[in-house]
């Protein structure tokens, strides 16, 4: 049964793309302070008010769901984490509901971001919201920022016509994305509601995400032998250890490339290894005493944690076995952080087909479905029964420098979820305008 055919036509497309256009200068406010916000990990909080008042706003009663560390660490979907969570919420909100007989939906974002990368290389200031033209920069503003004020958005247009769902529609606002996707798996845990479906607004433009990658981050501690650079041959230099390490993970990474399982057999490269932290040594003439650095490392769907776990942990074994030194001194591997499998859901499913047809009323284009190379928090909605996608406004340069997101992108994203409410909750009238 294709979403539709059993729900109530009469409220035009137009008018729910104009109710949209009106919210424009709102949204583009909220943007604004959403970016000013710097919700790294650790600092979402901020960010975290902002969409309180923004529901608020929306004529909405948001409420605070707080992360559990036990439920998490209790959850055979969580990944590990050692920093401290306590005080950190995910907020939630209900719409109105007018009736009965619809599908209910989430519809979902993160609120916090990752870091600027380099200040320093940034033509704008990072957490500054600056419009040219119709592209808005800041971190975040892409990622995903600007998929949290499409969905405040859609919640406002609704109501500035006086329209609710036929079946509960929940919005989140969610910690802990770009880390663990603990924040999601939480709302899953917290609530006995099982919807029939989520939309994540992340910055995948014009195509639904059906399938995505699983991520591992691994930490690799190894300890050298300090000595007065004058006398090294005396000392083992920790920093210059790690390199034969890098290089076998690389080859790891290249072997994971072969011979990709479909759909990722379509995409060039799509197991990519990140040495994306490295700290080590304290003295420039000192032969260095310690290195540390983090890793992140893509899994296809179908292979396990564990699975990616004993990949990892053996390439480093024989590469150490190889070294005269590391072979006595073996590195240590900790886990912390994004251990979490890769998804997918039918090209076919109810939900896909409902908001491809959305997304080509509005534009004229069917949305095509994709596999993605990241990783989002789809995984928690999905490891739970719940079909979910991504679909969202155009975004460039997430996670790089000089972040941009093409503001007409987040109004036609805006409008696709007014569509695709419509057609897969039902709308009706219900609510003093
Ligand atoms: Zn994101």
Request: charged fraction near 20%; proline fraction near 7%.
């Amino acid at each position: 049964m294709l979403g539709g055919s059993n729900m109530p036509t009469e409220i035009a497309d137009a008018a729910l793309a104009e109710a949209v256009v009106a919210e424009s200068a709102a949204m583009e406010d909220l943007l604004r302070q959403l970016v000013a916000a710097p919700t790294t990990l650790g600092n979402e909080e901020p960010g975290q008010e902002l969409m309180r008042e923004a529901f608020r706003e929306a004529g909405l009663d948001p409420r605070d769901v707080p992360l559990d560390v036990e439920a998490l660490r209790a959850s055979p979907f969580s990944s590990p984490f050692s920093w401290d969570v306590s005080g950190k919420a995910n907020v939630v909100a209900d719409l109105p509901v007018a009736g009965e007989g619809g599908r209910s939906l989430v519809l979902h974002g993160h609120v916090d971001v990752v870091g600027p990368a380099s200040e320093r290389l940034w033509r704008t200031p990072p957490f500054e919201a600056v419009r040219e033209g119709d592209w808005i920069y800041g971190r975040g503003a892409g990622d995903m920022k600007a998929g949290l004020v499409a969905i405040v958005g859609v919640a406002r247009a609704l109501r500035s016509l006086g329209l609710a769902p036929l079946a509960p529609v929940q919005l989140q606002s969610v910690v802990e994305e770009e880390c663990t996707g603990n924040g999601a798996l939480q709302c899953v845990l917290s609530s006995s509601f099982q919807p029939d479906a989520a939309v994540i607004t992340e910055p995948f433009p014009g195509a639904i995400t059906t399938s995505q990658i699983g991520v591992l981050w691994f930490h690799i501690d190894i300890a050298g032998t300090p000595v007065h650079v004058g006398e090294a041959g005396a000392g083992v230099n920790a920093i210059e250890a790690a390199f034969p390490i890098v290089a076998a993970l690389h080859r790891l990474e290249a072997e994971l490339n072969e011979a990709p399982p479909a759909p990722y057999d379509e995409i060039t490269h799509p197991i990519n290894l990140n040495i994306g932290v490295i700290s080590g040594g304290d003295w420039p003439s000192t032969v260095a005493a310690e290195c540390s650095f983090s890793c992140r490392i893509a899994l296809y769907p179908g292979m396990t944690v564990a699975d990616m776990k004993a990949r990892v942990e053996t390439t480093i074994a024989r590469a150490s076995a190889a070294d005269s030194y590391l072979a006595k001194h073996p590195p240590v591997v900790r886990y912390d952080g994004f251990a979490c499998e890769g998804i997918t859901i039918p090209d076919d499913a109810p939900l896909v087909r409902t908001l491809s047809t959305a997304h080509e009323r509005l534009t004229g284009a069917a949305a095509p479905t994709m596999a993605t190379t990241a990783t989002t928090d789809a995984r928690a909605f999905v490891q739970h029964g719940i079909p979910a996608v991504c679909l969202g406004p155009h975004a460039e340069a997430i996670h790089g420098v000089n972040e941009r997101v093409l503001w007409p992108s987040v109004i036609q994203t805006t409008q696709v979820l007014a569509f695709f409410i419509r057609d897969w909750c039902g709308l009706a009238q219900g609510l003093a305008q």
